[in-house]
């Protein structure tokens, strides 16, 4: 960390400590729904009749933040990058405050729809401030560290979280359940507001020179940009249909499965992340052996056995094993993939493309979610895992006719 810009060193505290809060209250969130009666209660939508209400609730924030992404990157380029970050962490803030303090099906809609736009401001504003803040020769290793801090304070966040409820419980003298969940929710809202903290610092000494601000995108290049950033599309997008069907239950999974406690579910989530974040800081030396696309396809690929075995894994701990070889393998280049496609795109363009990545990274949850837990009720875990394995072999598949065939010609 020494080498890199001060700007930078601030936006990495600020990306570990919001993301430290959002995992202890994503480790919680679905078995928060589970306990108020949620995965038993449905919702009529027009045209579509009755849907699961947790299904519901993990796809709306996708559907919200795909709404408002073209409004979300116009405003990120008059606000600008640092004032973007700031707006999406109070957003996030507001949305667990929000579930803590009402936990009523109307609210937590609000907070889910809330929590998109958000998560928005976040995606389409850390690359292309990175790539600001940073020299062509650290950027590989800006971007790696960037993802490695992320997955591990996640994993930090499970392992500390884990606890919580337990501890919300004994020391408040809440009952165990949901009371002591929304507790925890009121914590994670905290520290998630905490993050703006870096961002208000000055970003560097005084009468330093500031990167220039680049001049906003026209509607025409935005549109030729969006079209021009397909080939970088396809991928995560078949990577996120693949992940909306399981990886957002993968808690209910153990839980169910395996019986694991509130406490095991915050040590296994913190070893996974753990372990991804271990395995993402090695994407730069992989890169350089491998090329960038090379380390992508062949982590991503051997991702996919493992997943599998997770399926099947007849124990916990056999299931955990392979849960951190999976995860560490499917993660450990994506940061590798938004450098490589950040450095292919013009600086005022970056913005839209790095959304557009991030929101295909997202949009299989629009309506995963919901597939998945009609499919669990009727028929359980088993098809999702055959399911995410061949989306997920399909992207490898996209990401080697895109782009790692026509280098090697």
Not at 77 to 106: N, Y
């Amino acid at each position: 960390m020494p080498s890199l810009t001060r700007p930078a060193r601030r936006y990495l505290f600020h990306a570990a400590l919001l993301t430290f809060g959002l995992a202890i209250s994503g480790l919680f969130y679905n078995l928060l729904l589970v306990e108020l009666g949620y995965d038993r209660r449905g919702i009529r939508l027009p045209l579509i009749g009755e849907t699961p209400l947790l299904g519901m609730l993990n796809s709306l924030p996708v559907l919200a933040a795909a709404l408002g992404s073209l409004p979300i990157w116009w405003a990120v380029q008059r606000i600008g990058l640092g004032l973007a970050l700031i707006a999406g962490a109070l957003l996030h803030a507001a949305a667990l405050l929000g579930v803590a303090l009402w936990p009523a099906p109307a609210p937590l809609l609000l907070c889910a729809a809330l929590s998109g736009p958000a998560s928005v401001l976040f995606q389409v504003s850390a690359a292309p401030f990175m790539m600001r803040h940073s020299r062509p020769a650290e950027r590989d290793t800006l971007f790696a560290l960037n993802g490695a801090l992320i997955i591990g304070a996640a994993g930090l966040g499970n392992l500390i979280g884990g606890p919580f409820p337990g501890l919300a419980a004994g020391i408040l003298g809440l009952p165990a359940g949901a009371p002591a969940y929304r507790a925890t929710f009121a914590v994670a809202a905290t520290l998630v507001a905490l993050a703006i903290l870096p961002l208000l610092l000055p970003a560097e000494p005084a009468g330093a020179p500031r990167p220039a601000e680049p001049a906003p995108i026209s509607a025409s290049a935005l549109l030729r940009a969006a079209f021009g950033a397909w080939p970088f599309i396809l991928s995560p997008l078949l990577i996120s249909f693949g992940a909306a069907l399981l990886i957002p239950f993968l808690n209910l999974y153990f839980r169910q499965r395996y019986d694991a406690s509130d406490t095991a579910l915050g040590i296994i989530f913190a070893a996974i992340g753990v372990a991804t974040g271990t395995a993402t800081l090695l994407g730069p030396w992989l890169s350089r052996r491998l090329g960038r696309i090379g380390s992508v396809v062949l982590t991503q690929a051997l991702a996919i056995p493992c997943l599998l075995l997770l399926g099947m894994a007849p124990t916990l701990w056999l299931a955990v094993t392979v849960a951190l070889a999976r995860g560490a393998l499917m993660n450990l280049a994506i940061p590798i993939y938004d450098a490589y496609a950040m450095e292919r795109t013009p600086e005022a363009a970056r913005p839209v493309v790095i959304g557009l990545i991030k929101g295909a990274f997202s949009t299989g949850y629009i309506i995963g979610p919901t597939v998945s837990a009609i499919v669990q009720q009727r028929y359980g875990f088993g098809p999702l895992f055959v399911a995410t394995a061949c989306l997920y072999a399909c992207a490898v598949v996209a990401n080697t006719l895109l782009f790692l065939r026509p280098r090697r010609r």
